[in-house]
């Protein structure tokens, strides 16, 4: 993606994705909203498995083992939280999870990856850029090119928002810490 995708943008894909209610909506829905919440890679997102999650009183942690930043997988150990968001219920990972589970019942049940299966980054990409395509006139009317967006415009996205969406912005390191950037 050459430019980062707005938190509003990222909303409005939320809502297209929630009121096409298909189960490839609801896949790409979960895999959207972990990506922005993760600030992480596809490849990251892609290899999330149940063994890496872990509910903490209001909050879900997921671990990630091994990431482009840190390849010897030596900050296995530090999860990065997810919170749900009752304001916002269409932005929402865990109620995007609910609703994909609710669809896939059977892969929490045999204890595998959140996205089985092979090339899932791929079908992601695929039909991330189909939603943008399929809705270009609702985004041109929100004043967003889509043809600007990829799938990379979701984590520049989330860093910026991160950044300068809040007052005050949470410490710099923080961020680059979440999205697993090197500091220096």
């Known amino acids: 993606g050459k430019e980062a995708l707005s938190f509003a943008t990222y909303q409005l894909a939320c809502e297209l994705l929630i009121e096409d209610g298909s ?3 609801m896949f790409t829905l979960l895999w959207l909203t972990l990506q922005w919440n993760l600030i992480a ?3 990251a997102v892609e290899m999330i498995s149940f063994k890496q999650m872990k509910w903490d009183a209001d909050h879900l942690k997921i671990y990630i ?8 997988g030596e900050n296995k150990d530090e999860p990065r ?7 916002s219920p269409s932005v929402c ?6 609703s994909y589970l609710l669809l896939f019942p059977n892969i929490a049940s045999d204890g ?10 791929g079908r992601f990409n695929r039909l991330f850029h189909e939603l943008l395509v399929k809705n270009k006139d609702t985004f041109l009317s929100h004043g967003v090119d889509p043809s600007l967006l990829g799938t990379h415009s979701i984590r520049k996205g989330a860093a910026t928002y991160c ?4 007052v005050p912005a949470p410490p710099v390191v923080s961020v680059c810490l979440r999205a697993g950037w090197s500091l220096g």
């Open 163 to 166: 950044c300068a969406g809040v």
């Open 112 to 121: 595998q990856k959140l996205f089985p299966g092979t090339k899932q980054r």
């Open 23 to 25: 189960a490839e909506s």
């Open 41 to 43: 890679r596809s490849e």
């Open 81 to 87: 939280h997810v919170y749900t968001n009752p304001v």
């Open 93 to 98: 990972p865990i109620r995007a999870m609910a």
């Open 65 to 72: 083992p091994k990431n482009k930043s840190d390849p010897l």
